[in-house]
């Protein structure tokens, strides 16, 4: 079941206007998946989207990375719901029920690009201001998100920190043992590697899950639940253009150099932050030290334990939630 809603018009608009709101979607059901989903016109995209909680509550946006998607939250939206806030969880473009508007448009998944989609999002549901928590791509727009606009940002959670970077930062070499948790960058600058990952993507996601959280003990049905994402027709050539574009073999889009431009200045974020880290965290991520002054609000650097790896809030729920809660409490005092 899913519910379309067109965008409105351009123009000043409350920050919650729940009379022109599709219902509320039902909270996550006993089999540990979301209720029926619905898709708005935003940007480029027609955005599939979870929404749940309180329509007038304060807004709390969540995205996932690659390559995961909204269920990464399916344990974290009751929770916030519970809490009176309105969660909006969108498959980022590439996932899902995600579909670009036109045939025509460039698969693009430069981080400017994906950052972009939120605001388009915001935009389309008439919200002004959100409180914005990720991890992996999701925590990338995050910071990317509250850096460029921060009047539409109350407070942001980003799982491993400040994750802004440009191609020229990426053409730079790492030492070997760095290089080697990259592996899968390499291969998929290659044709090979392309049509291996479109040969092989859930057998490739299932082996990056177990590498990024080695200690998460996933079964088959919380993957399959998520595996479903990664048959959107578009998901593979987003995939792949994104690692292009980070190591600088694929070009972007013109309409977002400006963009480019600032952010590869690595600007800083002036919001109220949480960041956070699991224990057993297989994904490549830098100490907490190296992007904490990279924050220049309210900040804090929580470190979650008991054998936390990269997909945080679906492994830690309860750790992230409390997060989202206390960020927005310091963004409203």
């Known amino acids: 079941m899913m519910a379309t809603v067109r965008r409105p018009k351009a123009g000043s608009a409350p920050e919650h206007d729940a009379a022109r709101q599709p219902a509320t979607v039902r909270n996550?059901?006993?089999?540990?998946?979301?209720?029926?989903?619905?898709?708005?016109?935003?940007?480029?995209?027609?955005?599939?989207?979870?929404?749940?909680?309180?329509?007038?509550?304060?807004?709390?946006i969540l995205l996932h990375g690659w390559p995961y998607d909204i269920h990464a939250f399916v344990d974290v939206a009751p929770l916030l719901a519970s809490a009176g806030y309105r969660v909006i969880i969108p498959h980022l473009r590439g996932y899902g029920t995600t579909r670009f508007r036109s045939s025509e448009a460039v698969r693009n998944a430069q981080p400017a690009a994906v950052a972009v989609d939120v605001i388009d999002l915001m935009d389309a549901l008439r919200i002004r201001k959100a409180t914005l928590a990720g991890f992996d791509w999701g925590a990338r727009s995050v910071n990317i998100v509250?850096?460029?606009?921060?009047?539409?940002?109350?407070?942001?959670?980003?799982?491993?920190g400040y994750l802004i970077g440009n191609p020229q930062a990426g053409k730079q070499p790492l030492p070997p043992a760095d290089e080697l948790q990259w592996w899968y960058q390499f291969?998929?600058?290659?044709?090979?590697?392309?049509?291996?990952?479109?040969?092989?993507?859930?057998?490739?996601?299932?082996?990056?899950?177990?590498?990024?959280?080695?200690?998460w003990s996933f079964d088959d049905a919380t993957f399959?639940?998520?595996?479903?994402?990664?048959?959107?027709?578009?998901?593979?050539?987003?995939?792949?253009?994104?690692?292009?574009?980070?190591?600088?073999?694929?070009d972007g889009e013109r309409r977002y150099d400006d963009l480019e431009k600032k952010l590869a200045q690595a600007p800083v974020v002036t919001v109220p932050t949480i960041t956070m880290e699991g224990d057993a965290n297989g994904a490549p991520h830098l100490p907490p030290a190296a992007y904490a002054k990279k924050f220049t609000g309210w900040y804090a650097h929580r470190d979650v334990s008991g054998g936390i790896?990269?997909?945080?809030?679906?492994?830690?729920?309860?750790?992230?939630?409390k997060a989202?809660?206390?960020?927005?409490?310091?963004?409203?005092s």
Do not use: C, M
């Not at 998520?226 to 593979?236: G, I, K, M, P, Q």
């Open 28 to 60: 996550a059901g006993d089999d540990g998946s979301f209720g029926a989903l619905k898709t708005i016109e935003a940007g480029v995209l027609n955005v599939g989207y979870v929404e749940t909680g309180a329509p007038r509550g304060p807004v709390a």
């Open 146 to 160: 509250s850096a460029l606009w921060p009047e539409r940002v109350k407070g942001t959670v980003s799982v491993s």
């Open 324 to 332: 989202v809660i206390e960020v927005d409490s310091h963004a409203s």
């Open 224 to 250: 399959e639940r998520s595996a479903r994402s990664f048959e959107n027709a578009d998901h593979v050539a987003i995939s792949i253009h994104n690692y292009r574009w980070r190591l600088g073999l694929a």
């Open 187 to 215: 291969y998929f600058a290659t044709e090979r590697g392309r049509l291996g990952y479109e040969k092989y993507t859930k057998d490739f996601v299932r082996l990056i899950w177990q590498t990024a959280s080695p200690k």
């Open 309 to 321: 790896g990269h997909n945080l809030p679906q492994e830690a729920p309860e750790a992230f939630a």
